[in-house]
């Protein structure tokens, strides 16, 4: 994970710096005006990293999330490489508890897809 983290904190600086790829990745569902839960979310990581923390929430605040989340990793990686102790946090939850987490999860994901979708003609623009 903290590969992965430190990858996309690169990325996301790089794009904050070179500018989004005039490369057009989306699906066919996005072509026709059906957005997902994660759209504008790579937008919203290179406007997190420029500082630009209004802009990156109209796009999707998962952006933000993400960036700040691959931060901690990196800072996490970087205080374990420097003092040979890493932080780690141990939870055990429940299976009641377990149910409810993944029941929150679910209603954020259909909130957040609601949301992208009021946003539509924003993320299909440029």
């Known amino acids: 994970m903290t590969l992965v983290a430190t990858g996309g904190m690169v990325a996301a600086v790089v794009l904050a710096v070179v500018g989004l790829p005039s490369l057009d990745t989306h699906g066919p569902l996005h072509r026709w005006g059906v957005m997902g839960p994660t759209c504008g979310a790579t937008r919203a990581a290179v406007f997190t990293v420029r500082g630009e923390l209004g802009l990156a929430w109209t796009y999707n605040p998962l952006g ?27 939870w055990s939850p429940s299976s009641g508890a377990r149910r409810l987490l993944w029941l929150g999860v679910a209603v954020a994901v259909v909130a957040l897809e609601v949301r992208q979708q009021g946003r539509a003609d924003l993320l299909m623009g440029p």
């Open 64 to 90: 933000i999330a993400a960036v700040m989340a691959a931060g901690l990793m990196v800072l996490r990686a970087g205080c374990g490489a420097l003092t040979s102790r890493w932080p780690a946090w141990v």
